[in-house]
């Protein structure tokens, strides 16, 4: 495979640095605090394409290939993660949509997403299921024309101002998957606050007796829900992978540039055997979880079989990477990695975050077992 990026690649990365280093880098750690985003920054998203870029030129989307959206997705999650999960959940829901979705349903909210017009969250969590997404305790009862949703959703990244929801519920054919505008009658959400990725603007959600036209309905009952749900987590688990190496080379980038300036002992401290040690681990894991993230890439743009089982190795290594350059940043600021003064405590509340959302550490030690065994 190719692991030199294509001339587009090359000025697309270019393109996406300068808006970074602009527009978002200067105030990530003022949005972190403030636990949101600004709207302006969510506009300029939205006009510039970078939200579902991925879908489909037919459907108004950019069509990108895999590397360079995740290119987009390495370089905004170098700056702020909670901006790139905005890009991850929005175009989770987008694809799934698009990909399982009717015509109906493609052009109600699919091509709005494209655009940007509409932002999209995905309601999968509950406060009893998680990984184990077969415990699902939201009900979806059929009524004939309509399905009636009653549960609770959690953790849901964007969940404040999204305007429409891909809820997973049970219904008497399984697990199933439903398009919910934010709008629907009976439905609320409340603001939720976390540690991670803290202006990602998190809710839980609550239906009660909430009314869905049954043409909302991803694909047939039970089965569809199930390649729908898979759609979305395969792509959320491409983009935190590359989130990710973003997040270790800006541990990287935070590191050199203040072991060089920081004196101990007559030397600047980057002199220093141990700390040249932690550096080194840094540098080799960053280009090995890029290189991670490109063979996935590769192969999806391929649409090889192998492809959904080598992002689950990217992911896994590129989310472990993080938080262990993450560690590294804060030991190597000293105390002045505890404070707001320096990013690496927000690197590091981040990294942790990534070795949990689209399936945990341990799950991805699962999956990538399983996959291994049946592929070689």
Known sequence: ????????????????????????????????????IPSKIIAELKSRGYLGAPVTKELGGKGWDAITYGVLTEEIGRACSSVRSLLTVHDMVALAIMSWGNDFLRNEFARPMASGRLIGGLALSEPNAGSDSSSIETKAECTGKNYVLNGKKCWITFGQIADVFLVAARCDRGISTFVVPAASEGLSREKVEVVGTRASLIADLSFSDCVVPAEFLLGKAGFGGIQAIATALDHGRYSVAWGCVGITQACLDSCLEYTHKRKQFGVPICQHQLVQRKLTEMITNARAARLLCCRAGYLRDKRDPQAMSETLVAKYFASRAATQAANSAVQLHGA??????????????????????EGSTEIQQIAIATCSHEEF
């Open 1 to 36: 495979m190719e692991v030199e990026f294509s001339t587009a690649q090359r000025e697309a990365r270019h393109h996406f640095r300068s808006f970074v280093q602009e527009e978002i880098t200067p105030h990530a750690g003022e949005w972190d605090r403030s636990a949101q």
């Open 336 to 357: 002045n990695g505890l404070s707001e003064k320096y990013p690496v405590a927000r690197f590091l509340r981040d990294a942790k975050v990534m070795e949990i959302i």
